[in-house]
């Protein structure tokens, strides 16, 4: 004889676990480097001096050229720092910039003549300056706010006092 199974709540079946998807090869993912706030000025200032360097080389010391290379470094800048750094991304890209300006300012003899050109380029360059730290303080801000938002929201998913009933009440 067989047992006739008597009716009454069907049981669920038990969840599949299924594995994560695998993370994309290494050549097609971009990077996504943390610079800490020194780190992003040393990034920063680093490769705007090169820039520099190679606008004077290849450009006949073009500022314009010079000053349209500096936006997509304004915006790494602001894009790589920590989360704990941001303020510090719109403060060390003017600095970044005047490091960029020693190699494609004009002076004619010694320092007093380097040192002229370097405030002239920064007088006439300033709409690329202003530009730069313009758009690396909107990119911090945003992320700032995107930041707090999460905060807010992981906040608001835990009760007050951090205890849960099983029932799902506080």
Same mark, same amino acid.
Request: charged content about 15%; hydrophobic content about 50%.
């Given at each position: 004889?067989?047992?006739?199974?008597?009716?009454?709540?069907?049981?669920?079946?038990?969840?599949?676990?299924?594995?994560?998807?695998?993370?994309?090869?290494?050549?097609?993912? @971009?990077?996504?480097?943390? !610079?800490? %706030? #020194?780190? *992003?000025? $040393? /990034?920063? &200032? @680093?490769?705007?001096?090169? !820039?520099? %360097? #190679?606008? *004077?080389? $290849? /450009?006949? &010391?073009?500022?314009?050229?010079?000053?349209?290379?500096?936006?997509?470094?304004?915006?790494?800048?602001?894009?790589?720092?920590?989360?704990?750094?941001?303020?510090?991304?719109?403060?060390?890209?003017?600095?970044?910039?005047?490091?960029?300006?020693?190699?494609?300012?004009?002076?004619?003899?010694?320092?007093?003549?380097?040192?002229?050109?370097?405030?002239?380029?920064?007088?006439?360059?300033?709409?690329?300056?202003?530009?730069?730290?313009?758009?690396?303080?909107?990119?911090?801000?945003?992320?700032?706010?995107?930041?707090?938002?999460?905060?807010?929201?992981?906040?608001?998913?835990?009760?007050?006092?951090?205890?849960?009933?099983?029932?799902?009440?506080?």
């Amino acid at each position: 004889m067989r047992a006739v199974r008597q009716p009454g709540p069907q049981r669920r079946p038990a969840a599949v676990r299924r594995p994560a998807p695998a993370p994309p090869p290494a050549a097609r993912r @971009l990077p996504n480097p943390r !610079l800490t %706030g #020194l780190g *992003s000025g $040393l /990034f920063c &200032a @680093l490769v705007m001096f090169l !820039l520099g %360097g #190679l606008c *004077s080389v $290849l /450009f006949g &010391a073009s500022l314009t050229a010079y000053g349209v290379l500096f936006l997509p470094v304004c915006v790494l800048t602001a894009v790589w720092v920590r989360r704990g750094d941001l303020m510090t991304a719109p403060v060390v890209v003017p600095i970044a910039f005047a490091v960029g300006l020693l190699p494609v300012a004009d002076g004619d003899g010694g320092t007093g003549g380097k040192l002229m050109g370097l405030v002239t380029a920064l007088a006439t360059q300033a709409g690329w300056l202003y530009g730069g730290t313009l758009i690396a303080g909107l990119i911090v801000i945003a992320r700032r706010i995107r930041l707090v938002h999460r905060r807010r929201a992981a906040a608001g998913a835990r009760p007050p006092g951090g205890r849960r009933d099983f029932a799902g009440t506080p």
